[in-house]
């Protein structure tokens, strides 16, 4: 991801941003919300949908600081064995093209994310959960940008580990990142854990890093606090405080968002509050 041409890492809970309607990369153990059982007492099957005040995924805007609508659908086997998937709207792709000047990137409208993994137990109270996640952005011409470019559609393997109210994750992308020419094998490490406050109430503290393979002036670190309140029936809402460490490459902020004719420079990586409500069934 660079600036200008590149201006927004799309990524999960962000996993710093908590989307509301929950995927794989966001899913309670990865992203810091309540961590999933070791396994499920039965098969299950799950829908959400849900809508955030601004798309936020390791801490990045997703949706040049707009409302998003997110939605997914999980089935979880008794033996632990899962598969989903999630979709969430997204501007950068688009907005990528406009700010290097009218380039067609595309005009791709949402993220589609397909899953699936394995969660389990391990001795000493310990469990893990290991899984792929494909990220699809349907008719993206990322590239178009230039050498410096790659497809959009990314691929990583995770694993994470979970010990009380903690978890710690990796996931490690197979493909080239997000749109960065020569950035296989790139990585993400996330730590969060969940707090039960009471009366439906949760605290979810979260610090990750980002790093891109050949492209380490746009690695950063993000961060956020999620106070949640669960309604029952399926319905909850959150705030969250996001942000990162504000890289900044050239003098400028390494993500952001500017019109072709130069004006309307938004920041995609400021701290934000963001806000969202879910119903799942």
Request: no cysteine; glycine share 12%; proline share 4%.
């Amino acid at each position: 991801m660079k600036t200008h041409a590149i201006p927004l890492l799309a990524a999960l809970a962000g996993l710093a941003a908590l989307p509301l309607a929950a995927r794989a990369d966001d899913t309670p153990a990865a992203a810091g919300a309540a961590p999933a059982p070791a396994a499920a007492p039965a098969s299950s099957l799950a829908y959400n949908v849900g809508v955030v005040s601004d798309y936020r995924y390791r801490g990045l805007s997703q949706s040049r600081k707009q409302p998003a609508l997110q939605g997914g659908i999980d089935y979880t086997d008794a033996s632990g064995a899962y598969v989903g998937t999630w979709l969430s709207t997204i501007k950068w792709i688009k907005d990528a093209g406009i700010s290097a000047g009218g380039i067609d990137t595309g005009s791709t409208p949402a993220e589609w994310d397909l899953y699936g993994g394995y969660r389990g137990s391990l001795p000493g109270g310990l469990s893990y959960d290991v899984g792929g996640l494909y990220y699809l952005y349907v008719s993206n011409k990322y590239s178009n940008l230039g050498p410096a470019a790659a497809n959009a559609n990314t691929f990583e393997i995770y694993g994470a580990l979970t010990f009380g109210p903690a978890t710690l994750k990796y996931s490690h992308a197979l493909t080239n990142i997000f749109g960065f020419a020569d950035s296989k094998n790139s990585g993400y490490l996330d730590l969060s854990a969940n707090f039960d406050l009471g009366s439906g109430f949760s605290l979810t503290p979260h610090i990750g890093h980002q790093s891109i393979t050949h492209n380490s002036a746009y690695s950063y670190t993000d961060y956020s606090l999620t106070l949640g309140k669960d309604f029952g029936n399926g319905f909850s809402v959150s705030a969250a405080a996001i942000g990162t460490d504000n890289k900044k490459v050239g003098g400028i902020d390494a993500y952001y968002f500017q019109n072709a004719d130069g004006s309307g420079f938004k920041s995609l990586q400021k701290a934000t509050l963001v806000v969202g409500a879910k119903y799942t069934f």
